[in-house]
Every structure is written in C-alpha cells, then in structure tokens.
Nanobody, 127 residues
Framework: QVQLVESGGGLVQAGGSLRLSCAAS????????MAWFRQAPGKAREFVAA????????DYPDSLKGRFTISRDNAKNTVLLQMDSLKPEDTAVYYC????????????????????WGQGTQVTVSS
C-alpha cells in the first residue's frame, strides 16, 4: 500500500514558479512509476508529467515541455514537480499518482494505469 501527500501549491502571479512535492509512504515507492496530473474546474483530468521508477525516464505533454520538470528522490520517498513560467491556464488541482511496483522502466500518460492517488494541492496563477 502506498499513501501520497502533495504539498507546495498556492497562489502565484503569471510568470512565477512553484515547486510541488509528493511525499510517499510505503516500501514499494522506489519501484513505482510516478506522475502528476491536474484538473481544472469543469475539465477532465490532464496528464502533466511522469517519471520511471529509477528517474531515468520522464515524459511530458508537448504543451508543458520546457516549463515543467519532474524529478524524484527514492531515498526520501519524494517526487517533485518544478513549475516555471506559470500561466493562468495552469490553474488547477494537481494530483500525484503512483503505480504498483512495475519492475520495469515504464511510465504512463493514462490515469487509469495508476493505482494510488493523493488528495491534490491547489495551484492558482493570477494574471
């Protein structure tokens, strides 16, 4: 069982930066693929970033490449999302997600392939 707790959200002006953190409990964290998703009011959950269990592989949608960076520290059971040059359209609740142990260097864009979810942290970008 893995429990995920996000932190680091808040209110920031357009052009600013935020760093989200996801603290995971459970011995299986280091072998799980991790990801960030977001959901704005009235919209579907959207893929933001994913990272393989080793951190050697990452994935972003083209719309966020160059602005968002995902990383992980397996020794600290933490995955981070650095968000730069934020825009008002980045406003959403951001969720951390984890798979069960994968045993391979995989990661996914499909939220249905993630087994554990955090409660989310609100990010608001003002214009």
């Amino acid at each position: 069982q893995v429990q995920l707790v996000e932190s680091g959200g808040g209110l920031v002006q357009a052009g600013g930066s935020l760093r989200l953190s996801c603290a995971a409990s459970g011995r299986t964290f280091s072998s799980a693929a991790m990801a960030w998703f977001r959901q704005a009011p009235g919209k579907a959950r959207e893929f933001v970033a994913a990272i393989s269990w080793s951190g050697g592989g990452t994935d972003y949608p083209d719309s966020l490449k160059g602005r968002f960076t995902i990383s992980r520290d397996n020794a600290k059971n933490t995955v981070l999302l650095q968000m730069d040059s934020l825009k008002p359209e980045d406003t959403a609740v951001y969720y951390c997600a984890a798979t069960k142990p994968t045993g391979s260097a995989t990661y996914y864009r499909n939220p249905k392939l993630y087994d554990y979810w955090g409660q989310g942290t609100q990010v608001t970008v003002s214009s």
